[in-house]
């Protein structure tokens, strides 16, 4: 998030997109409640009815993965109605002018086509984003779960750059993290083009940096998503090491996921459990969770806290770091000689630009958000206040483009997924804590009620759900939170395992699956019987 | 901005500052002068329901609730008199009277034991006002996370209060009044069947125990002390802190953390109540090895380190360097990816690492 948490409660345009906040982030929608409690309007863009649809003002229920085409056509009324931020754009932007004139040509009533919102209501909404004080985006996966994921995001930014709206209290792109720690899995390098603290692997002088720092060449090109190691599995990619992720599960197209972990020569997992994946390991190592691990952790707002150890862990499970550094030295790697986590969190300090100014006894209390470049610093709660790191905002030139795979005669259905309140992912945590399922005890299809009835399916009955990569069955809700046309489900039951239908393409530039959408086609079925 | 420079009262007869806006009951927390109150929650509005934080003030012919007296400038306000302490002790015992008893188990909320804490300062004859009762209970509500024991209920609508400023909920509410009050849903219902979203901030602003934390009530026979260790929820991004509680080895549940910089005393449901998975059977409690004959079997951490060590030495060996593959996790603290990324860089020298942000 480009702001804090307590932001959340000063802007008075909230505009969220492609976030159910009220289910996967319900701490952070309490601030936005207050916000709106204080006066601030709100714009909710979402295929679905969640809950946030309740609080809005204005609702643009956007057709899935249509959501730059929505932004092109706000950012177009923004520029008609004079409602640009001159001299933000003049001080602090970068190809502005070719930005105007490259929107003309998205007028709502184009917009309106391709979303399926009504013209009127996306000048409605352009006109009150671009009148704020203080507007402040929110968004999450159905923002960037698309093939064109980087677009969007782009898209908004370009509507933050013309209103000025970044930088100041209230404002901001926000996109709201949904792993207690992926930011963090970010920010010490766990990604194949940057080094710990966004240092780029290709900038010779990081290449100097971490060959010095650790004895060693290093290879000057980025290496590959695990999109791709996944596609290359059994071919260049022969062995694994997968911590603490459920692969099988929670990536897209499961069929093509199964093979890849079968193709491997060797795989190593470590886990709380013996998940999915892990059945496929040759070796799983039993790591510590929860209340078991003294460590650190960082959250969507980049504030860095740590973990305390309540309980001994199970038998003899590890920590994760003590688990990785004595691997490490089995196979004769120098420089994994720790004792504790804290030696760990102190190297990463000492290489990382953003965490520069920290070490283990300053984030005892968690009041450090990055960057907090040295010691003394009092850290950064809010990003791009003076200037942006690159100097400038960059407007990009975005032009719509349809999702990987559209509906036709044969799969007219849209399928989008994500979480629900009561559960997390694959439920290898909330389903095996006591009183989850009361809430949610099986997963359901979300269907519109006129769509029920016209594919001859019943409340409660059973249905068939297809795409191109497999078929599930799954049992029917009939409820208005769908559009016609659209059906939900969360991915978190094993029993429906929708990632066997998902995994139609790629955000050409990140790799991200496009789970948001998938065409699919529902036929009435009969209830499974026993297991 | 107002000036709020040289704006001071006297507490007490001492002259001391404040801040525009703030209440008498404010300034004398921040000078430690520990006025009861049952009604009060810091994060809510000032309500003024239980009259406990009654003070005097010059010029006033009853004494005021310093909640929800703002303070002014010159005023005199006395905290504590013997007069003061005598009306306190009244409407404790009162207040009191409503309750069949006042030993409320810790594990029962974060607030649980306040008026059990001010029946001891007072030492509050809890008999004296004996007779009529507000509040029903809900033993028929089957939910499985908070107890409805609104016989313990004081009508302080610190539970209504807070589902609606801090939660934004709205799902409890507050019908009749007087001896037939009763805190409840719309249409009487079940909390499931209401825009209740379990997230617990009812039984944790509770102070008599009369809204209870149900998980955390399993462990009320263990014999053990509770002890409360901070850390932060392992569900969603935005990073909760939290007070985990546990009975010797066990965690026994979960308090929210009300000074936790992100969600300051708020949590939702997963965070509040799911956390059985730490002591769940199927936890790995030993390293798994495949054998000849293809099954995981256990195997101890010698064994197991040694076999991945060279599984995964054998691919690079054949196929080079670019053969291994490290997934690190969202979910493990930054000292795990950060060894898994420095084992592909400086161990084999390539950028063969991501996390699960794609997917």
């Known amino acids: 998030m480009s702001n804090p948490l307590k932001d959340m409660e000063k802007p008075d345009v909230i505009f969220c997109i492609g976030t159910n906040m009220t289910e996967c982030h319900p701490v952070a929608a309490t601030r936005l409640k207050k916000a709106i409690a204080n006066g601030a309007k709100m714009i909710v863009a979402d295929p679905r009815e969640i809950g946030l649809t309740k609080l809005a003002d204005i609702n643009l229920q956007l057709r899935v993965g249509s959501d730059s085409a929505l932004l092109l056509g706000m950012a177009h009324v923004i520029h008609r109605e004079g409602l640009v931020d001159e001299g933000f754009m003049l001080d602090r932007t970068t190809e502005a002018e070719a930005f105007l004139k490259h929107i003309e040509e998205f007028t709502p009533e184009w917009a309106s086509e391709v979303t399926g919102i009504a013209p009127e209501l996306i000048e409605e909404a352009a006109l009150l984003y671009g009148r704020a004080e203080r507007g402040a985006i929110y968004y999450t996966l159905g923002i960037t779960e698309h093939i064109c994921g980087v677009d969007n995001v782009q898209g908004l930014c370009n509507l933050a750059l013309m209103t000025g709206n970044i930088g100041r209290e209230g404002t901001g792109i926000n996109p709201m993290r949904g792993q207690n720690n992926i930011q963090g899995a970010g920010d010490v390098g766990a990604i194949p083009n940057n080094y710990p603290g966004f240092q780029a692997v290709t900038d010779p002088a990081n290449q100097a940096k971490f060959s010095k720092a650790w004895g060693r060449e290093i290879d000057h090109e980025n290496g590959i998503t695990k999109v791709r190691a996944l596609e290359q599995a059994g071919e260049q990619i022969r062995a694994m090491f997968i911590d603490g992720e459920n692969t099988v599960v929670t990536d897209p197209d499961r069929e093509h996921c199964e093979r890849a972990l079968e193709s491997l020569d060797f795989l190593v997992v470590c886990d709380l459990f013996m998940t999915e994946t892990a059945e496929f390991a040759d070796v799983v190592f039993p790591a510590t969770g929860f209340g078991e691990t003294d460590g650190t952790q960082t959250n969507t707002e980049r504030r860095v806290q740590r973990l305390r150890k309540a309980v001994p862990p199970p038998g003899e499970a590890k920590p994760d770091w003590w688990i990785i550094s004595r691997l490490a030295q089995r196979m004769n790697f120098k420089g994994f000689e720790y004792s504790g986590a804290d030696e760990v969190f102190n190297e990463l300090c000492s290489l990382s630009g953003t965490y520069a100014g920290l070490n283990w006894d300053r984030v005892e209390f968690g009041e450090y958000q990055w960057p907090v470049p040295e010691e003394g610093h009092p850290g950064t709660p809010r990003l791009h206040e003076d200037r942006f790191i690159n100097g400038r905002g960059i407007f990009k030139l975005i032009r719509y483009r349809d999702p990987a795979e559209t509906i036709d005669d044969d799969y007219p259905v849209w399928l989008t997924t994500g979480r629900r309140l009561a559960h997390y992912h694959s439920r290898t945590q909330t389903g095996r804590s006591e009183g989850l399922d009361y809430l949610r005890p099986h997963e359901t299809l979300e269907v519109h009620p006129d769509d029920v009835a016209a594919w001859g399916a019943s409340d409660g009955g059973w249905v068939n759900m297809s795409s191109r990569r497999g078929s599930v069955r799954i049992r029917i809700e009939s409820t208005t939170r769908s559009p016609r046309g659209t059906v939900f489900s969360s991915f978190s039951f094993n029993d429906v395992p929708v990632n066997v239908l998902t995994g139609s393409g790629y955000d050409p530039v990140t790799d991200t699956a496009e789970l948001k959408v998938c065409p699919v086609r529902i036929e009435p079925a009969i209830e499974p019987t026993g297991d | ?359």
């Open chain 2, 1 to 359: 901005m107002s000036d709020n420079s040289g704006l001071t009262l006297f507490l007490d007869g001492e002259e001391v500052g404040f801040t525009r806006g703030e209440s008498i009951f404010q300034v004398s927390e921040r000078h430690q002068k520990d006025i009861p109150t049952l009604c009060y929650d810091e994060r809510l509005e000032a309500f003024g329901a239980c009259r406990l934080c009654i003070v005097e003030l010059e010029g006033a012919r009853y004494p005021v609730a310093s909640c929800t007296t703002k303070a002014e400038p010159g005023m005199r306000v006395t905290s504590k008199s013997g007069r003061l302490e005598m009306h306190r002790r009244v409407l404790l015992e009162m207040v009191v009277s409503e309750n069949r008893e006042v030993d409320v188990n810790e594990l029962a909320g974060y607030a649980s034991q306040e008026m059990t804490t001010l029946v001891d300062r007072y030492d509050a004859r809890t008999g004296r006002f004996a007779g009529g009762k507000s509040g029903t209970s809900r033993a028929d509500d089957p939910n499985p996370f908070i107890l409805r024991d609104y016989e313990q209920c004081i009508s302080c609508y610190r539970c209504v209060r807070v589902c609606a400023e801090q939660e934004g909920d709205y799902a409890i509410s507050v019908m009749n009044r007087g001896f037939d009050t009763q805190i409840t849903t719309e249409f009487g219902g079940l909390l499931v069947d209401s825009a209740c979203t379990f997230c617990g901030q009812c039984i944790q602003t509770c102070p008599t125990g009369a809204l209870a934390d149900i998980k955390a009530l399993r462990a009320k026979d263990v014999e053990e002390p509770v002890e409360k260790t901070r850390s932060i929820c392992p569900y969603c991004g935005v990073g909760c802190a939290v007070d985990i509680m546990t009975k010797g080895d066990r965690i026994v549940g979960i308090q929210p953390a009300m000074d936790g910089p992100a969600n300051e005393g708020a949590l939702c449901v997963k965070g509040q109540f799911a956390f059985d998975f730490v002591h769940h059977p199927d936890r790995l409690k030993t390293p798994f090895v495949r054998n000849d004959h293809g099954q995981l079997v256990p195997a101890s951490w010698d064994e197991a380190l040694d076999k991945a060590a060279a599984g995964l030495l054998a691919a690079v060996n054949e196929h080079g360097r670019h053969s291994l593959y490290a997934v690190a996790s969202g979910r493990a603290p930054n000292e795990a990816g950060f060894l898994m990324q420095k084992l592909v860089r400086a161990g084999l020298g390539t950028s063969y690492i991501d996390n699960c942000s794609r997917a």
